[in-house]
């Protein structure tokens, strides 16, 4: 698994299982001078989680909900 090599190299590293939350906390943890990149979802408004489809807003959605 990717997570267990960056790990490796970066103990600081975190997993979040929930995109939702994963996008809150990259936001609400940036500071200045940090890029956060929001990759691999697109436009999709459900999420896979342990074979289901949950509703998702979107990441931008997310982000942007978050800095207002």
């Known amino acids: ?3 267990i090599i960056i790990e490796k190299y970066n103990p600081d ?3 979040i299982e929930d995109r939702e939350s994963a996008v809150e906390y990259a936001v609400k943890n940036a500071v200045a001078g940090d890029v956060v990149i929001l990759a691999g979802k697109g436009q999709e408004t459900t999420q896979q989680v342990r074979g ?3 509703a998702y807003v979107g ?10």
């Not at 990441?59 to 207002?68: C, F, Q, R, T, W």
Request: hydrophobic share 55%.
């Open 1 to 3: 698994e990717l997570s």
């Open 52 to 54: 289901k489809a949950i």
């Open 13 to 15: 590293f975190v997993s």
């Open 59 to 68: 990441d931008m959605a997310k982000a942007k909900s978050v800095l207002e």
